[in-house]
T-cell receptor, first 113, second 113 residues
C-alpha cells in the first residue's frame, strides 16, 4: 500500500531533550516536506526536500533540522525542543513537479513540557 | 509571501444542507487543491484543479478554479455526518524547480444529524 508513515504518533518530552520524528514513504517520491499544524494557523511548512541531499527552509524552520540521506526517509530533528514547539506535525511527499498529488502522513502529536 | 484567505473558519450545519467554502488570494496560482482532514488523521486530497475556469466534481463535492486564478470554491451537497472535518484549500505556484503549495487555514465543518 502506497503510504507515508511517521513515528512516533504521540510523544511527550521535556524542554531541551533532543528528539527525532521519522518519516518514510514507499512511493519513490522526490519531494518531501514537514508541516506543523496549530489551531487557527493552519498548516505551515517547516522544511522541504526536492531530492536526496537537497533540503531547504520553509516558512517556520527555526528550531528544526532535517536530513535527506535516502530518498524514502526524511527525519525531523529537534535538537533542543521548547514548549512553543508543541504541535501536530505532518510529513508529506509527492512526485517532482507541480501537478502531482501530495500525500500526507498520519501526524505526530508532540508535547514539550 | 503568498497567503490564502479561506472562509468561513467554521460552519455548523444540519444534515442534508449544502455547504460552500472558498479561498481567495492576491496572488495568481497555477493549481488549486482541496483537502479534507478527519480528526486525528492527515489531510487527504479531495479534488485537484489545474486550469482557470475548471469545474470538477467528485461525488457530492464540486470545486471550481476561479477565472482570475486568484480564487477557488468547494461545494458539498446534501451533507452527511461523515463530512465532518477540516477542509483545506491549497494553491500551487511555480517556485524553484518543484513548485510550492500554500495552504489556507482551514474550514472546520460540523454536521448535526
Amino acid at each position: 500500500e502506497a503510504q507515508v508513515t511517521q513515528n512516533p504518533r504521540y510523544l511527550i518530552t521535556v524542554t531541551g531533550k533532543k528528539l527525532t520524528v521519522t518519516c518514510s514513504q514507499n512511493m519513490n517520491h522526490e519531494y518531501m516536506s514537514w508541516y506543523r499544524q496549530d489551531p487557527g494557523l493552519g498548516l505551515r511548512q517547516i522544511y522541504y526536500s526536492m531530492n536526496v541531499e537537497v533540503t531547504d527552509k520553509g516558512d517556520v524552520p527555526e528550531g528544526y533540522k532535517v536530513s535527506r540521506k535516502e530518498k524514502r526517509n526524511f527525519p525531523l530533528i529537534l535538537e533542543s525542543p521548547s514548549p512553543n514547539q508543541t504541535s501536530l506535525y505532518f510529513c508529506a511527499s509527492r512526485l517532482a513537479g507541480l501537478y502531482n498529488e501530495q500525500f500526507f502522513g498520519p501526524g505526530t502529536r508532540l508535547t514539550v513540557l | 509571501g503568498q497567503q490564502l484567505n479561506q472562509s468561513p473558519q467554521s460552519m455548523f450545519i444540519q444534515e442534508g444542507e449544502d455547504v460552500s467554502m472558498n479561498c481567495t488570494s492576491s496572488s495568481i496560482f497555477n493549481t488549486w487543491l482541496w483537502y479534507k482532514q478527519d480528526p486525528g488523521e492527515g489531510p487527504v486530497l479531495l479534488i485537484a484543479l489545474y486550469k482557470a475556469g475548471e469545474l470538477t466534481s467528485n461525488g457530492r463535492l464540486t470545486a471550481q478554479f476561479g477565472i482570475t486564478r486568484k480564487d477557488s470554491f468547494l461545494n458539498i451537497s446534501a451533507s452527511i455526518p461523515s463530512d465532518v472535518g477540516i477542509y483545506f484549500c491549497a494553491g500551487g505556484s511555480y517556485g524553484g524547480s518543484q513548485g510550492n503549495l500554500i495552504f489556507g487555514k482551514g474550514t472546520k465543518l460540523s454536521v448535526k444529524p
